[in-house]
């Protein structure tokens, strides 16, 4: 019965791989070629992570902000970080604002509130309230635009 040509190919490449190793024409050196450029890529890869991560550094940096550093009588907001299972919408959670009546080590901040008592808070809850500022703000561009 005569072989197919399916048949041939199939003894052809185990007799192949036998005998003749995987490169029979370039004896390895296609194989180390190929290995070469696959340590450039993978250099290349490690670079260019480089650069991705020195890039995204620099850009979270510029926008972190300095140290939270208060003086007494800085005008500050509180943040409400209390757990409500249902809170509104558009209710903020940062209260009216108080007045920082001394500054203790440790980020410790003291508050006064004219109808409340004293107490004393963690400063990564506050931030410091420029409200006077916008009113400001406002005045000087309600006298440029009647002039």
Request: aromatic share 12%; proline share 4%; charged share 25%.
């Amino acid at each position: 019965m005569p072989q197919t040509n399916m048949q041939t190919v199939e003894i052809f490449d185990i007799w192949g791989i036998d005998f003749m190793g995987p490169f029979p024409s370039s004896n390895g050196k296609e194989r180390q070629w190929q290995l070469g450029e696959l340590e450039e890529w993978r250099q290349q890869a490690y670079e260019n992570s480089s650069i991705y991560k020195a890039k995204t550094k620099k850009w979270h940096d510029q926008r972190l902000k300095g140290p939270k550093e208060f003086q007494s009588g800085d005008r500050v907001l509180l943040y409400n970080s209390r757990l409500r299972l249902f809170p509104g919408k558009l209710m903020s959670r940062w209260s009216v604002s108080f007045v920082v009546k001394q500054v203790f080590s440790y980020g410790i901040v003291e508050l006064h509130h004219p109808e409340k008592a004293d107490f004393k808070v963690n400063g990564h809850r506050l931030k410091v309230y420029h409200g006077n500022s916008l009113e400001t703000e406002q005045q000087v561009n309600m006298i440029m635009y009647l002039q």
